[in-house]
T-cell receptor, first 112, second 114 residues
Framework: QQQVKQSPQSLIVQKGGISIINCAYENTAFDYFPWYQQFPGKGPALLIAIRPDVSEKKEGRFTISFNKSAKQFSLHIMDSQPGDSATYFCAARGNYGQNFVFGPGTRLSVLP | EPEVTQTPSHQVTQMGQEVILRCVPISNHLYFYWYRQILGQKVEFLVSFYNNEISEKSEIFDDQFSVERPDGSNFTLKIRSTKLEDSAMYFC????????????FGAGTRLSVL
């Protein structure tokens, strides 16, 4: 129940394309869903986050879509750029605790 | 922009030795965390710390691990007797007060146990 599943494991997109990464969870107590971006040798950096009371949040080229009934959420990167090439982790936080449960990550490569 | 600082960036140690990983969280933050990431794998929660005590810990955080905030600014992770499988990146994170969800991560310490 503490797991967050993430797919695909790796993704290759052409410059200007749309990158889509999907996550799913089981624990209905999760109440906060961040996405982190990690470059090699660096720590995860918060990209965008959503709470379950909204179905979509957009910040620049990044959009989270959230489906509470299906317990799924996804990250969409519009107009993908080579600089977006990184590993992306979805995560979830339960309101009974403060730690994050991370998905296994998606390695995104945006080709020039 | 304030950031979480971790030292050293790389620590090499012999199996069975004690190591201390150091973190300086963002100055007005109240919640502190350690995570680890084995090479190529996902980030895993170890422990959270609030009000000078552990608030939550995972099954990874056994008796070999301890955390401390010795002087109100540093936040340390000690591994008493390192094992080969402790080799990983260790990330410190901090968060502001209640209602502030964002956890800010440091750049990590790469621990190599030989």
């Amino acid at each position: 129940q503490q797991q967050v599943k993430q797919s695909p494991q790796s993704l290759i997109v052409q410059k200007g394309g749309i990158s889509i990464i999907n996550c799913a969870y089981e624990n209905t107590a999760f109440d906060y869903f961040p996405w982190y971006q990690q470059f090699p040798g660096k720590g995860p950096a918060l990209l965008i986050a959503i709470r379950p009371d909204v179905s979509e949040k957009k910040e620049g080229r990044f959009t989270i879509s959230f489906n509470k009934s299906a317990k799924q959420f996804s990250l969409h990167i519009m107009d993908s750029q080579p600089g977006d090439s990184a590993t992306y982790f979805c995560a979830a936080r339960g309101n009974y605790g403060q730690n994050f449960v991370f998905g296994p990550g998606t390695r995104l490569s945006v080709l020039p | 922009e304030p950031e979480v600082t971790q030292t050293p960036s790389h620590q090499v140690t012999q199996m069975g030795q004690e190591v201390i990983l150091r973190c300086v969280p963002i100055s007005n933050h109240l919640y502190f965390y350690w995570y680890r990431q084995i090479l190529g794998q996902k980030v895993e929660f170890l422990v959270s710390f609030y009000n000078n005590e552990i608030s939550e810990k995972s099954e990874i955080f056994d008796d070999q691990f301890s955390v401390e905030r010795p002087d109100g600014s540093n936040f340390t992770l000690k591994i008493r007797s390192t094992k080969l499988e402790d080799s990983a990146m260790y990330f410190c994170a901090s968060r502001g007060g209640r209602g502030r969800n964002i956890q800010y991560f440091g750049a990590g310490t790469r621990l190599s146990v030989l």
